[in-house]
């Protein structure tokens, strides 16, 4: 039947499930930053007492246990990341093929947008570098993807493809240091100081796999709760190309989730997974 092919294993439910939290947090995250903003700030753009300036901190914690929670619970049900590249990287759903696209698609057009709209903005020439940065990371991302679909790719182009992210975010956080030098209220640029900070770890951790350094679980952890940090600065006031570029970066990081989530594997060298069905994660 047609409908045969879009229904989905135990694996695939499961990074159904965990992707659905990474968004529905990054959604509850974008309204608790969005009514910090409204509320707890004055008309000078002053703190001032809130009960959002506690209730939007404790919203990024629960983001980061529920991070915690479902990236530690493959391993309590004796599933393992494959270490090499090509195997945790692997897809065959024309589906992912579809979004690995969008997402680099997505983050070029984001830098179009920003190298259209800076002409007039104070550090104009840095956002241009950051808009070239942003073309080469939307090129390099599908790009680095659809390498892990073949063995034989160039070692040396993954690892390239894997390091623009890293290099964009941190000249994006050099960005954001220079657009705030001379403001003195952190809570108005702290939360985009993070992401960057987010973004820099995370696409590391990703990377680590075209370096063959991997850490799984690490990298399990940020590929979910990256987005959410992304997500929740759509909340701040910035250039249009920037906050589509934030989107991207989140969509990149989803896909990578949901990614990794399918390509678990049974721990065989745990006499647990020896011992129990191989029945994927009906009991979570």
């Known amino acids: ?40 700030f004055d008309d000078s753009d002053l703190p001032k007492s809130s009960a959002w300036n506690l209730l939007f901190p404790m919203v990024v914690v629960a983001a980061v246990i529920i991070s915690i929670h479902f990236s530690r619970d493959a391993g309590r049900h004796h599933y393992v990341l494959p270490e090499g590249f090509t195997e945790a990287f692997a897809f065959t759903s024309p589906v992912v093929n579809a979004v690995r696209y969008a ?7 984001g830098a ?31 790009l680095m993807l659809g390498m892990a679909q073949n063995k034989d790719s ?9 390091a623009l992210p890293i290099v964009m975010f941190s000249f994006w956080l050099i960005l954001t240091y220079k657009m705030n030098d001379i403001n003195s209220v952190e809570w108005d640029y702290g939360i985009e100081i993070l992401a960057d900070c987010v973004g820099i770890y995370s696409f590391f951790r990703m990377a680590g796999f075209a370096f063959d350094v991997p850490n799984t679980k690490r990298s399990m952890f940020w590929a979910m709760f990256a987005p959410f940090c992304f997500f929740v600065c759509l909340a701040d006031d910035r250039l249009l190309g920037m906050q589509v570029m934030y989107v991207a970066a989140a969509v990149m990081m ?31």
């Open 1 to 40: 039947m047609l409908f045969d092919k879009f229904r989905l294993n135990d694996l695939q439910m499961q990074a159904l499930k965990t992707t659905l939290y990474a968004v529905c947090a990054g959604a509850f995250g974008l309204f608790a930053r969005w009514m910090q903003l409204m509320l707890a």
């Open 103 to 109: 997402a680099g698609g997505l983050m070029i057009i």
């Open 112 to 142: 179009v947008l920003l190298l259209l709209t800076c002409e007039t903005e104070k550090h104009a020439v840095m956002m241009r570098i950051l808009a070239g940065l942003g073309v080469l990371s939307g090129i390099s991302y599908p």
């Open 154 to 162: 160039n070692p040396n182009l993954r690892c390239l493809c894997a």
């Open 254 to 284: 989803l896909l990578n989730n949901w990614i990794f989530v399918c390509n678990l594997k049974k721990d065989e060298s745990s006499e647990a997974a020896r011992t129990e069905p191989d029945d994927g994660f009906e009991r979570l």
